[in-house]
């Protein structure tokens, strides 16, 4: 049973619609965590070249979620997304160690955005199945992430195959979406 099917349970709850910007450079698992969300097949993923949109059902939330291509070429142009934005999913390959700095320098540069200031962001460590992945503790040292102060936010070991971590991620969000302020809830899950 898919994560969708569960969630389709509660769909006589009354829903708040959130938009949800998924983003991260390519190949760290942004379209396959899309997919394995609304419970689609994942065998065959191709890389993003502009963007996805798909709605998840969640306890009292439709989640419409905006996965937006990671190429060089593409990140330009993830700004004309940010409008609007409740919740920013940024996404990191976990085993992808010669890319840390890449991802490090393209997060920071979001969380500087003006649109995107006080959005709660929720960052999957990706790919926690593979052997050489560092734990979600480990890559938030080196992200530094302790130093965010103007949002919600959460790091959550994950692996876009299996599934494992990716719910515990949305009921982060449905649990702190109405953190949208300068509250800071820092929260790290550990492998």
């Given at each position: 049973m898919g994560l969708l099917s569960l969630l389709k349970k509660f769909k006589s709850t009354p829903n708040r619609e959130l938009r949800i910007l998924l983003l991260g450079l390519d190949n760290a698992g942004k379209t396959t965590i899309l997919k394995k969300?609304?419970?689609?097949?994942?065998?065959?993923?191709?890389?993003t070249q502009g963007f996805n949109i798909k709605s998840v059902q969640s306890p009292g939330f439709k989640l419409n979620v905006w996965d937006i291509g990671g190429q060089r070429k593409i990140r330009p142009y993830w700004r004309n997304y940010f409008e609007d934005t409740d919740v920013l999913i940024y996404v990191i390959?976990?085993?992808?160690?010669?890319?840390?700095?890449?991802?490090?320098?393209?997060?920071?540069?979001?969380?500087?955005?003006?649109?995107?200031?006080?959005?709660?962001?929720?960052?999957?460590?990706?790919?926690?199945?593979?052997?050489?992945?560092?734990?979600?503790?480990?890559?938030?040292?080196?992200?530094?992430?302790?130093?965010?102060?103007?949002?919600?936010?959460?790091?959550?070991?994950?692996?876009?195959?299996?599934?494992?971590?990716?719910?515990?991620?949305?009921?982060?969000?449905?649990?702190?979406?109405?953190?949208k302020s300068t509250t800071t809830t820092a929260t790290t899950t550990k492998k």
């Open positions: 969300l609304a419970s689609e097949d994942i065998t065959h993923i191709t890389p390959d976990s085993a992808d160690k010669k890319r840390f700095e890449e991802t490090s320098v393209e997060l920071n540069e979001l969380l500087s955005e003006e649109k995107l200031a006080t959005v709660p962001l929720l960052i999957y460590a990706n790919k926690q199945d593979l052997i050489n992945a560092v734990t979600a503790g480990e890559l938030a040292e080196s992200l530094h992430l302790v130093t965010i102060r103007d949002r919600a936010w959460q790091i959550q070991a994950c692996s876009a195959t299996s599934g494992e971590g990716l719910k515990d991620g949305i009921d982060w969000i449905c649990k702190n979406i109405g953190l």
